[in-house]
């Protein structure tokens, strides 16, 4: 797993890293992590339990330094002893959602990183194979996150976008034609809660399933906001969606970026979207991998041999804060 943390006051580098960087070194060694530092953004990578620990030692440090000279040795042990502590609770505190009786709970290194920072930050962006839960989770923190009254609504987007057919070859008006396209989020959302109850919050909005397209112009307040199938956005449509975020809400994008079912040329608004947002401070980018994958176990196998012969799109290039290049 990758992810990188936006320093605070980059200009106290020394003080935060230590003599020739021996606080990073320390963190490397003891959670077996790579770690690279440029200018204003320290970039983790290695196994997704260790990176997370390494992230919330960093994050602890760099809230430390604001009150303090220097980092000292006795602080990183101190530190690290805590992310441990962490870790382990966060794993035992499971989202307060069942499906046959059961907690819906991380069940690989990997998903509990995403749920971790599904908790800790206001942006998330989830990338990895079909299985891995990605909707799935993503709805569940929603879902308990409303049920905790720590948000109001939730509102679930999705591009319309056909894989292979056109939306105009399907019976109906419009709202009966972009249904197939939000079917998995019904299905996701019909495992965690009873008919009545998703009728109900449906009825109210507090519950709402939208298609990308009809996002324009609103600004959304105190709200999760779950973009789901994100590789099949263009870069001005995910520009759109991002800056719909409103105060107290909290967004997550997820996607599968060797799916892409755009036209020929046409880039990914997803790819685009974590190349300009890399080091965003409050941005917090997951890529799970076949190792995640959670479906059957013909499913794992089904996505490793495909991937031999459509192997991951690179991300498209583009400048950090250059607007996007297609028209809004």
Known sequence: MELSISLHAPHRRVELFGPGDVHLRRIREALKVEIQSRSAVVKLQGEPANVARAAAVIEKLQGLLKS??????????DALHEADGQDESARRDAVSVFTSGAAVSAKTPGQQAYLDAMRRQPLVICVGPAGTGKTYLAVAMAVHLLKTS????IVLVRPAVEAGEKLGFLPGDMQQKVNPYLRPMFDALHDMMTYDQLKRFMVSDV????????????TLNHAVIILDEAQNSTPSQMFMFLTRLGNDSKMIVTGDDTQVDLEPGQPSGLT???ERLRGCDGVTTIRLEDVDIVRHPLVQRIVNRYGTLNPRRPSSPSSAGQPPTDSL
Do not use: H, K
């Open 68 to 77: 303090r000279e220097a980092i000292d040795a006795d602080t990183v042990s």
């Open 150 to 153: 720590r948000t109001r609504r």
């Open 272 to 274: 685009d979207a974590i």
């Open 207 to 218: 519950i709402e399933v939208v298609p990308l397209a009809f996002m324009r112009g609103r």
